[in-house]
């Protein structure tokens, strides 16, 4: 790994020894969150095409990890996939 390879920050280190992003130098965790900072509730697929996350439960857990409160709940059946929302908690 060279020095432009490394990332300018210590990542986060959860309990299971999984390594986050800081949401202090991701941009694309400061996407995501930004978008969650209205309060109201937003599907994956919202958030990927707002955000251009293709990743966006790991952006969640990666907020998560960082401290945020973000609630995930079920919003119903679209063609028989099942659909969740996210929703920042005391931004």
Request: with cysteine; glycine share 10%; aromatic share 6%.
């Amino acid at each position: 790994m060279t020095d432009i390879d490394k990332p300018t920050k210590p990542r986060h280190e959860r309990p299971s020894g999984i390594h986050s992003a800081n949401i202090e130098s991701s941009g694309r965790l400061q996407r995501v969150l930004g978008m969650l900072k209205d309060g109201n509730p937003h599907t994956k697929r919202d958030i990927r095409l707002r955000t251009g996350s293709e990743c966006v439960a790991t952006c969640i857990s990666e907020l998560r990890a960082n401290g945020y409160n973000i609630e995930c709940k079920f919003v119903g059946f679209i063609n028989g996939a099942k659909i969740y929302s996210y929703t920042l908690i005391g931004g």
